[in-house]
């Protein structure tokens, strides 16, 4: 059986994790016939948002706990993973990946990669174990991996720009489609980037779960 480490950066589209990005990816893991640790660093987060009003409301929150409560509590700092204890290594989206995980919300071609996260997703790279990365969350792809990197996160015309800025390679991506980048074994696509709705999410995301999931065999 697979092992998955899959990383959170909070919960809530506007400040940490994308809510049903985590879970799609979670049922899927499981549909797969695999097993998963959530994980998060334990860490402020940038700020809190009001997701009924859409702005900040100056709460603060920690990324560690914020992600169990998408988990039920099951999740553990990021600090206690061990890419040798993992097949497969998963990142689902929401802008606190841009907000939490690295600076991009903030700083775009110019972001740095929250240190813990960039050896985290660096090692499984070095491992030459595969990995997932959804919605936002491949801005983070030319910092773990290099120059020439290939993923997707739709068609968003301002970060696919950023992403080449860096130093990666942007395909246009459906929402219910994949990029699979064969050299580097990391696998992309748009989720809520372009969806507008569970069922246009899932379509990505099951398919993204399931190749991850082949590679790691």
């Not at 589209?13 to 549909?31: M, P, R, S, Y």
């Not at 991009?104 to 174990?129: H, I, R, W, Y």
């Not at 959804?134 to 910092?143: F, G, Y």
Request: proline share 4%; net charge negative.
């Amino acid at each position: 059986m697979s092992k998955v480490a899959v990383l959170l950066s909070g919960s809530g589209v506007f400040d940490g994790a994308e809510v049903n990005e985590v879970v799609l990816t979670l049922l899927h893991i499981e549909k797969q016939g695999a097993s998963y640790q959530c994980f998060a660093p334990n860490i402020a987060q940038m700020h809190t948002v009001n997701h009924l009003t859409g702005e900040a409301d100056g709460t603060a929150r920690n990324v560690l706990a914020e992600s169990a409560r998408i988990a039920r509590g099951n999740v553990k700092p990021l600090s206690e993973l061990e890419v040798a204890d993992f097949d497969a290594l998963l990142v689902p989206g929401g802008f606190g990946v841009a907000k939490n995980f690295c600076d991009f919300a903030v700083k775009g071609a110019d972001m740095t990669v929250q240190p813990e996260v960039l050896a985290v997703c660096s090692g499984f790279a070095q491992a030459n174990k595969p990995a997932g990365y959804m919605c936002i969350a491949p801005v983070l792809l030319p910092k773990v991996y290099g120059e020439g990197v290939t993923c997707t996160i739709g068609n968003d015309a301002d970060v696919a720009a950023a992403i080449e800025s860096m130093g990666g390679r942007h395909v246009e991506c459906a929402v219910d489609d994949l990029v699979t980048d064969n050299t580097h074994k990391v696998v992309t696509t748009p989720a809520y980037m372009l969806a507008k709705s569970v069922s246009d999410a899932d379509a990505g995301i099951s398919k993204l779960v399931a190749q991850v999931l082949a590679t790691s065999l």
